[in-house]
């Protein structure tokens, strides 16, 4: 590939001119500014900044550099709210969440922030490989996917939610029950006709998913520490260092590896996105390398999958929209727009047509990428003294932030009643030892399956087994049902070898 | 750390000055109170209240869709062009397929002078099918549109049909052979534009095979997969591929041939189909807004629509001449909801009773 590498020099150079450097440190600043925010993620950072640019007539690379900059800058902002607060913005965060403010609580913010930045640095480094080397190969990979690969896919990711089924089956069932019914309220996606919408206009549309995400993390846990905190006291006593061992390093530099891979992969499938690809990675981890039964109760690595992936995917999502002209995700389509209106037409002649703008992009996310952890990891120290606050300023804020995010996204003051529902149902949940990740992902995944299951059936004229009849969608079915089967075999194997130590694989 | 700039969503004066001209936040704050103070100025202009100077443009779907550029760049062009009192800003209230904005512009912003709400053809075939509820066509006023697409239908580049014609026979002669995507949910746009079709060849629209996507680009890839045979949706959806040969448009859904790039391309009718599918892009304000708001509005869109400014921007949005204003546009919107309806009803996607 010495073309290639040639052509990404060049790339380097346009990115590293000064104003397209200058360009991509404010897009990180800005971005993880904003992005703090619960819910104004990437795309309405984005979309926000456009006409700005527009105004000042900046060239057509430098916008793009100016959004990769955005892009990274709010996805790692959102991870700030999510450990430190448990306010996650986007349905992707969710699983970052998890075992990130399980560490906040345990007084590990720091290593936890610190991580987010190293585990979102490596998938976006590998994943700028993948997107660099494998493009043109990768799309014709999107484009063999077709509603059956999906609903395979998505049946995988519904069984890898047993792993966040902390320490009761039945009850992580009921929380997926709950996420599937809020998912069918809202019109029929395939034939527009209303579900569960009790004539209100507003719920045409169904839950936002970051109403939901809001509701039944920030107002709850706004509920939650109202209720149990003593006024005066601050949220966390200690929050760590905030720096990364060398040894928290190593043992999470696989799962960072293998998140990467799998985040990428699932990020060029237009449609399936972040959500999808931070939670497999998470689970799959949990599966490969959890051998002490941490995940869940703050384990590093369980930061590192998801943030890794989600990072990963946003690249992989870039593919779809270059080399098919086809967003895969809302950050994406706002992007296309942009495009568009610098008088680019994505689609297979991009990188033939306008390399220098194709390897521009690809040296400027990479550039973005190491601005946000040459900007961040200093930082962290910083940010974790959110903590700091007393609870009397923390408590209300968190629930100022919730209300004002979901009103300046939705513009609704209906969905600010389905917040306070949501957010006395999350407490419910919480005090009934319910997870609460579950009801997430299945209002992210319930309406995925269920459109590529009617797709797949209309596809075949009903025939049920067009869905196990390309070699993809076999190979996803093999891997949900290893997924179902192996975690049993593989804790009574561990229970029998582990007398005789050191056998077990490589765990650097 | 910077203050940015502009709240969520609200893209406020983009008159000049880039977020990093603004001054660091005074330090002696506790840095963590420093932290919060500029999330909440972040959050604050997201909510700021509706009662700000300058015109706002109402987009009924999220960023990055067709409503929310249109306004962004008709926005753009009208500050450029000094038609607007400074910046017109954008703001997204997605929802029931447009019908909560809508919904929004006859309820509480009922009389707002400065209030600007994006429509398109997606908006009449609904209020047509009745998807908004209760509202209809007269609750709100039609102002104008100011541009258009035009719907096409394509195949693959290596389909067995020549044209438009060939496919159409093989179609009527087994209806359950061959299937479409699009990217609107059944008995949408990109749906009707297909059983139009099929009952100008003769055939039982309600025999056509239509899988609904999630968007243009979905259904397209779905054709480039080969999951789908044929692809119903807009010139613009398809451009990149058409260029680099991978797909065939068999014909434009447009009442003459379209200049540019697709001159070579022909129409349904030309083909013996007399089908048309025009996806304009306009706007319509509140209803009890005073005639003299209601027909600055018109004169207002009427010069836009008249200027080279926007003839570029146009182009730049894939979008054709189309300009029709003030009383022309609110016959044509009255008549096209009526037309659809009857549409609707014809192909069995209506109850037949009447009002």
């Known amino acids: ?508 | 750390m910077w203050s940015g700039r502009p709240g969520p969503t609200l893209p406020r004066p983009t008159t000049s000055r880039p977020p990093l001209t603004r001054p660091p936040l005074p330090l002696r704050v506790g840095r963590p109170v420093a932290l919060l103070a500029i999330a909440a100025a972040l959050a604050l202009p997201g909510c700021a209240p509706e009662t700000s100077r300058g015109w706002e443009c109402l987009a009924p779907a999220n960023p990055g869709g067709g409503w929310d550029r249109t306004c962004r760049s008709v926005g753009r062009v009208l500050e450029d062009l000094g038609l607007s009192p400074g910046t017109v800003r954008t703001t997204n209230l997605p929802g029931a397929g447009g019908g909560v904005a809508m919904a929004r512009a006859v309820t509480r912003r009922a009389q707002d002078p400065s209030l600007l709400v994006a429509a398109s053809s997606g908006t009449t075939l609904r209020l047509a099918q009745r998807q908004y509820g209760r509202l209809d066509t007269d609750d709100v006023r039609w102002i104008g549109a100011v541009g258009a697409e035009y719907g096409i239908l394509a195949v693959s580049r290596d389909a067995p049909w020549p044209d438009l014609s060939a496919l159409m026979r093989e179609w009527a002669a087994d209806p359950g052979s061959i299937v479409a995507s699009g990217g609107s949910a059944v008995a949408g746009q990109d749906h009707m534009k297909l059983l139009l079709l099929a009952r100008a060849a003769g055939m039982d629209p309600l025999q056509i095979r239509y899988v609904p996507f999630e968007g243009g680009g979905e259904a397209m890839t779905a054709l480039l997969g080969g999951f789908v045979q044929v692809f119903s949706g807009e010139a613009s959806e398809v451009e990149g591929q058409v260029e680099a040969g991978n797909l065939r448009i068999l014909a434009v859904l447009a009442p003459e041939r379209i200049a540019g790039d697709l001159a070579g391309v022909p129409t349904a009718r030309e083909m013996g189909f007399d089908v048309e599918w025009v996806t304009w892009r306009g706007f319509f304000v509140p209803a009890a807004v005073p005639d003299s708001v209601g027909d600055r509005w018109v004169a207002v869109l009427d010069s836009l629509g008249r200027s080279e400014a926007w003839a570029q921007e146009r182009v730049r949005n894939g979008m054709r001449p189309f300009l029709r204003t003030g009383e022309e546009f609110e016959a044509f919107v009255a008549a096209q909801v009526d037309d659809f309806r009857a549409m609707s009803r014809s192909l069995g996607l209506l109850p037949p009773e009447g009002g």
């Open chain 1, 1 to 508: 590939m010495p073309e290639a590498l040639q052509l990404l020099g060049g790339g380097f150079a346009v990115a590293l001119q000064p104003l397209n450097l200058a360009l991509v440190l404010v897009g990180a600043v800005v971005g993880t500014s904003v992005g703090m925010l619960p819910g104004i993620g990437p795309i309405n950072a984005i979309a926000l900044l456009l006409p700005l640019a527009f105004a000042v007539d900046l060239p057509p690379e430098s916008m793009l550099i100016l959004m990769a900059g955005i892009y990274y800058g709010s996805q790692y902002g959102n991870s700030i709210s999510t450990i430190l607060l448990n306010v996650p913005g986007t349905a992707s965060a969710v699983v970052t969440a998890i075992d990130g403010h399980a560490l906040t609580r345990a007084g590990r913010a720091g290593p936890a922030l610190a991580m987010s930045a190293v585990a979102s640095f490596v998938g976006g480094t590998l994943s700028i490989f993948g997107l660099v080397l494998l493009a043109p190969v990768l799309s014709a990979w999107a484009l063999r996917f077709g509603p059956a690969e999906y609903v395979a896919l998505m049946v995988f990711a519904f069984v890898a939610l047993s792993s966040l089924a902390g320490r009761s089956i039945p009850k992580a069932l009921a929380a997926t029950g709950f996420g599937l019914l809020l998912a069918s309220v809202g019109l029929d996606p395939q034939s527009a006709v209303p579900r569960f919408a009790f004539g209100q206009l507003e719920l045409l549309d169904g839950i936002d998913f970051l109403v939901a995400t809001l509701g039944l993390f920030a107002v709850s846990e706004v509920l939650t520490l109202a209720e149990e905190s003593p006024v005066g006291q601050s949220a966390a006593a200690a929050w760590g260092r905030a720096r990364l061992t060398a040894a928290e390093l190593t043992e999470s530099g696989w799962t960072m590896v293998r998140s990467s891979v799998l985040g990428f992969a699932v990020g060029v499938l237009p449609g399936a996105g972040g959500t999808v690809a931070s939670f497999l990675a998470y689970s799959t981890e949990q599966r490969i390398s959890d051998d002490q039964g941490t995940f869940g109760s703050g384990d590093l690595r369980g930061v590192a999958a998801p943030e890794a992936a989600n990072n990963a995917a946003a690249n992989g999502a870039m593919i779809p929209l270059l080399t098919l002209g086809v967003p895969g995700s809302g950050t994406t389509a706002v992007l296309l727009g942009a495009l568009l209106a610098l008088n680019v037409t994505p689609g297979p002649l991009l990188i033939e047509q306008r390399p220098e703008l194709f390897w521009g992009l690809a040296a400027s996310m990479y550039i973005g990428n190491v601005a946000l952890l040459v900007l961040n990891l200093p930082l962290v120290g910083l940010f974790v003294r959110v903590l700091a606050l007393p609870r009397w300023i923390l408590v209300p804020g968190v629930a100022a932030l919730s209300y004002t995010s979901v009103y300046a996204v939705t513009n609704s003051g209906f969905d600010l009643v389905i917040l306070t529902v949501l957010g006395v149902v999350g407490w419910a949940m919480r005090k009934g030892g319910f997870p609460l990740a579950p009801v997430i992902l299945a209002l992210v995944l319930g309406p995925l399956l269920e459109r590529n299951l009617r797709r797949s059936l209309a596809l075949s004229g009903g025939d049920w087994g067009v869905l196990a009849s390309s070699p993809i969608a076999v190979g996803l079915w093999v891997a949900a049902a290893a997924a179902l089967a192996l975690p049993p075999l593989a804790a009574r194997l561990r229970r029998s070898v582990a007398p005789r130590a050191g056998s077990g694989p490589p765990s650097p």
